[in-house]
């Protein structure tokens, strides 16, 4: 079977497309089944063996899987990369201000609802940051990069914000509940941070 040319190919879709007998077939219905007809064509040539269309449609299936597998991986991976980043991210969809954080936070303290007072705290902290544009107002960024960035900003805080992160992503993530000590203590490094001054360009660490 000698290989259809394009414009052969071309002028064979349109005239199925526009067969009087699919009117009421539905048009990706109809796309569908002109595709499959087109793979099976392509199966035909491959099967008659040794030709140069057969030579020709075998090429052409192989770039149809790879264009279909490579499309699939990159699908999967821009879901796994935003999984990742909504599963992991410091903010969630509200928009809320440093003190709205912590009034959130302390009415959360009241009613012993530890894991929920350590979330807020931390959001709390990390929104001060980004209003006195001590680290960048990142969309997506979980706590360990809040603490890295921080750290880097103000080295003496470094280890209790990088134990803060971590307290947040064991309430959060790790299924550990909140204790009361552990909102002390990131209120406390809250009220301390508040109070401090990022380390000077060239200064000493």
Not at 163 to 169: E, G, K
């Amino acid at each position: 079977m000698s290989p259809i040319g394009r414009e052969e190919a071309a002028n064979r879709a349109a005239r199925e497309l526009l067969d009087p007998q699919y009117a009421d077939e539905p048009l990706l219905d109809r796309l569908s089944r002109l595709a499959q007809q087109f793979i099976g064509d392509l199966m035909d040539m491959v099967a008659d063996g040794g030709t140069t269309g057969g030579v020709i449609a075998a090429v052409i299936i192989v770039l149809i899987l790879a264009g279909v597998a490579a499309l699939v991986a990159w699908r999967l991976r821009r879901t796994s990369r935003g999984n990742a980043a909504t599963t992991d991210a410091l903010f969630d969809e509200r928009v809320m201000s440093a003190e709205e954080h912590r009034r959130a936070a302390e009415a959360m303290a009241g009613a012993d609802r530890w894991t929920e007072a350590i979330q807020e705290r931390l959001r709390a902290i990390a929104r001060d940051l980004e209003e006195r544009a001590l680290v960048d107002g990142m969309p997506g960024r979980t706590a360990g990069e809040l603490a890295a960035e921080a750290g880097a900003a103000m080295p003496g805080f470094a280890p209790e914000l990088t134990a803060a992160a971590r307290s947040f992503d064991d309430v959060t993530y790790g299924g550990i509940p909140g204790t009361r000590e552990s909102y002390h203590a990131m209120t406390d490094l809250d009220a301390r941070l508040r109070q401090a001054r990022p380390l000077p360009l060239g200064g000493p660490a």
